[in-house]
């Protein structure tokens, strides 16, 4: 079962055109995650939440935002997207017990900006 | 941010023979803990296998292992036995004991040749 879903799996955008993209977990973790991921790159950290705690990574555009309306879902916010903005987003959340535990991520969101 | 670095873009193993993918970091937390994740093409990124900072004993999961030298700050991952199915990116990743930032290194693609 699917403990970190993402939707849409490929999301479309016209340049400019605000888009959301949204992330649920049923582990009921309270740390989300938020990734960009480039073609052929590492995942970069654009913020998480412990909690409604909202921690904004420094070099994080402003063009992103991000709401925590519960503990099960996240949406990342691009108020203004840009043909830079086109990647792979990721969503993770912290899972596994004391001995085990680790991060489970998404399937991810590939975001086109046309 | 921390610095996590994998020098090795690219690596090609035979099939049942043994690679070794290295990790180096820069922190100055003298606990943390260290991770190797695997995504295969347009795949979800999964857990290999997790390494604590104040465990001395390398971790293991069954054929993968890691050699954590903590004072060297180096972290690489021994795949033994390699099957067709490691092909994939490999990504060292770190998260400090402190605060919830969980970083990536920049990543090695495995090739496994039949």
């Known amino acids: 079962d699917a403990m970190v879903i993402q939707n849409p799996r490929y999301q479309v955008t016209q340049f400019g055109k605000p888009v959301t993209l949204s992330c649920s977990q049923t582990?009921?973790?309270?740390?989300m995650y938020w990734y960009q991921q480039k073609s052929s790159q590492a995942p970069k950290l654009l913020f998480h939440?412990?909690?409604?705690?909202?921690?904004n990574e420094a070099d994080t555009p402003d063009n992103f935002q991000s709401r925590r309306p519960n503990t099960s879902f996240c949406f990342l916010d691009i108020r203004s997207p840009g043909l830079g903005d086109a990647a792979m987003y990721l969503c993770?959340?912290?899972?596994?017990?004391?001995?085990?535990?680790?991060?489970?991520f998404g399937s991810g969101t590939r975001l086109t900006v046309v | 941010a921390q610095t996590v670095t994998q020098s090795q873009p690219e690596m090609s193993v035979q099939e049942a023979e043994t690679v070794t993918l290295s990790c180096t970091y820069d922190?100055?937390?003298?606990?943390?803990?260290l991770f190797w994740y695997k995504q295969p093409p347009s795949r979800q990124m999964i857990l290999v296998i997790r390494?604590?900072?104040?465990?001395?004993q390398n971790a293991t999961e069954n054929r993968f292992s890691v050699n954590f030298q903590k004072a060297a700050k180096s972290f690489s991952l021994k795949i033994s036995d390699s099957q067709l199915g490691d092909a994939a990116m490999y990504f060292c990743a770190y998260k400090g004991n402190t605060g919830n930032q969980f970083y990536f290194g920049t990543g090695t693609s495995l090739t496994v040749i039949p």
């Open positions: 582990l009921n973790h309270n740390v």
């Open positions: 939440y412990y909690d409604k705690d909202f921690n």
């Open positions: 922190t100055s937390e003298s606990d943390y803990y």
């Open positions: 993770a959340t912290r899972s596994g017990g004391a001995l085990k535990w680790g991060y489970t």
């Open positions: 390494q604590e900072a104040y465990k001395q």
